[in-house]
């Protein structure tokens, strides 16, 4: 791996892409001082990872990439996903956190065909858009939405993650959770719930929720899986087999908790 300490614009292309071909497969860069990052289809970089990026505010991607398999940007002034992502065909993890990202739509990353894992962590995402493309299917098994500032989740957004296993919505400020059509995730492993504040208070306020089908939990994670605050239990982390959102109900979060006893 080629290690810069610091760099004002990345060109991985003509010459420097030959250099850097013949010379590593991958390039980290301690600190990044342009606005944008232009990375070419004829990049034979495998992955890119940006430690420090406090000027960037853009991701330009121009022409189809078939190298490029782990992007990683921290520290960035990027507030929303580019649409030109679409053109890394071989990406497989792409990691924006510490930024300011503040919504999240799933579209730059449609037709991306090995894309597995995706981290948001640490940015300002308030809101998640639902996707306007009903045939849309992505192949993300990991999804970390951890450290924002969510407060209202409309399920329907995770309608193309037909492969989703890990979903991390921890630590955000979560006071609504609903799904207006039946929401299907066949894979889901784990969804972890925890340290969302403020908690919705015992007497009468509530969480929308909707549950389809019993939720299957081991003894070991039933002990661990709700953590109390005042009359309150929050599930911090529900491991599933299936999880099947249909028409949402108010739940309160006591009765959440009997679920498990």
Same mark, same amino acid.
Not at 155 to 183: C, W
């Given at each position: 791996?080629?290690?810069?300490?610091?760099?004002?614009?990345?060109?991985?292309?003509?010459?420097?892409?030959?250099?850097?071909?013949?010379?590593?497969?991958?390039?980290?860069?301690?600190?990044?001082?342009?606005?944008?990052?232009?990375?070419?289809?004829?990049?034979?970089?495998?992955?890119?990872?940006?430690?420090?990026?406090?000027?960037?505010?853009?991701?330009?991607?121009?022409?189809?990439?078939?190298?490029?398999?782990?992007?990683?940007?921290?520290?960035?002034?990027?507030?929303?996903?580019?649409?030109?992502?679409?053109?890394?065909?071989?990406?497989?993890?792409?990691?924006?956190?510490?930024?300011?990202?503040?919504?999240?739509?799933?579209?730059?990353?449609?037709?991306?065909?090995?894309?597995? #894992? !995706?981290? =948001? &962590?640490?940015?300002? $995402?308030?809101?998640?858009?639902?996707? /306007?493309? %009903?045939?849309?299917?992505?192949?993300?098994?990991?999804?970390?939405?951890?450290?924002?500032?969510?407060?209202?989740?409309?399920?329907?957004?995770?309608?193309?993650?037909?492969?989703?296993?890990?979903?991390?919505?921890?630590?955000?400020?979560?006071?609504?959770?609903?799904?207006?059509?039946?929401?299907?995730?066949?894979?889901?492993?784990?969804?972890?719930?925890?340290?969302?504040?403020?908690?919705?208070?015992?007497?009468?306020?509530?969480?929308?929720?909707?549950?389809?089908?019993?939720?299957?939990?081991?003894?070991?994670?039933?002990?661990?899986?709700?953590?109390?605050?005042?009359?309150?239990?929050?599930?911090? #982390? !529900?491991? =599933? &087999?299936?999880?099947? $959102?249909?028409?949402?109900?108010?739940? /309160?979060? %006591?009765?959440?908790?009997?679920?498990?006893?």
């Amino acid at each position: 791996m080629l290690q810069i300490n610091r760099a004002s614009m990345l060109y991985p292309d003509g010459e420097v892409t030959k250099m850097m071909k013949n010379i590593t497969f991958s390039a980290q860069y301690d600190e990044f001082n342009d606005r944008v990052l232009r990375i070419p289809g004829d990049c034979h970089l495998k992955g890119i990872r940006i430690l420090s990026a406090r000027r960037l505010r853009a991701i330009r991607v121009s022409g189809i990439n078939s190298a490029l398999e782990v992007l990683e940007v921290d520290k960035s002034a990027i507030r929303r996903l580019p649409s030109s992502l679409q053109y890394l065909q071989a990406l497989q993890k792409l990691e924006i956190t510490k930024s300011i990202l503040d919504s999240f739509n799933l579209e730059p990353l449609n037709g991306i065909p090995n894309l597995i #894992s !995706i981290y =948001l &962590t640490q940015n300002k $995402l308030h809101r998640l858009e639902v996707s /306007k493309d %009903p045939m849309m299917v992505l192949s993300i098994s990991r999804l970390t939405l951890s450290s924002n500032r969510l407060e209202f989740i409309n399920m329907e957004f995770f309608t193309p993650l037909k492969q989703l296993s890990i979903l991390d919505l921890s630590g955000n400020r979560l006071k609504q959770i609903v799904a207006n059509i039946p929401v299907i995730f066949p894979s889901l492993s784990i969804i972890n719930l925890a340290f969302n504040n403020p908690l919705p208070a015992a007497g009468g306020q509530q969480w929308a929720v909707a549950v389809g089908q019993a939720v299957p939990v081991t003894e070991a994670v039933r002990k661990r899986s709700a953590r109390t605050s005042g009359d309150v239990q929050l599930i911090l #982390s !529900i491991p =599933l &087999t299936a999880f099947s $959102l249909g028409t949402p109900y108010p739940l /309160k979060m %006591p009765e959440v908790h009997r679920a498990l006893d």
